[in-house]
């Protein structure tokens, strides 16, 4: 979720997203039902993008939590990062 979410808005100026850091901590199982998920941007700045991101269980219980860091590198030579549409 994080990293699409950078990919998508750093490629509109032909850059691209590569995850740098993922620390993910479990506190319940989910054993049946639906995953929620809901992503936060902390940072959004020229080489770095920070998230954060609750999953929770259907009965709203936070089950993870997940702190990721994305790197946004600058625009290749000559080429679009994003596929022809």
Wanted: proline share 5%; aromatic share 4%.
């Amino acid at each position: 979720m994080a990293s699409l979410a950078t990919a998508l808005a750093v490629g509109e100026q032909g850059a691209s997203a590569v995850g740098l850091s993922n620390s993910t901590s479990f506190l319940r199982p989910i054993l049946e039902g639906t995953v929620h998920a809901s992503a936060t941007r902390l940072h959004s700045g020229r080489t770095t993008w920070v998230w954060d991101v609750r999953f929770s269980d259907d009965q709203d219980r936070l089950c993870a939590l997940t702190r990721m860091t994305i790197a946004v590198r600058p625009p290749r030579e000559g080429g679009s990062v994003l596929p022809a549409q």
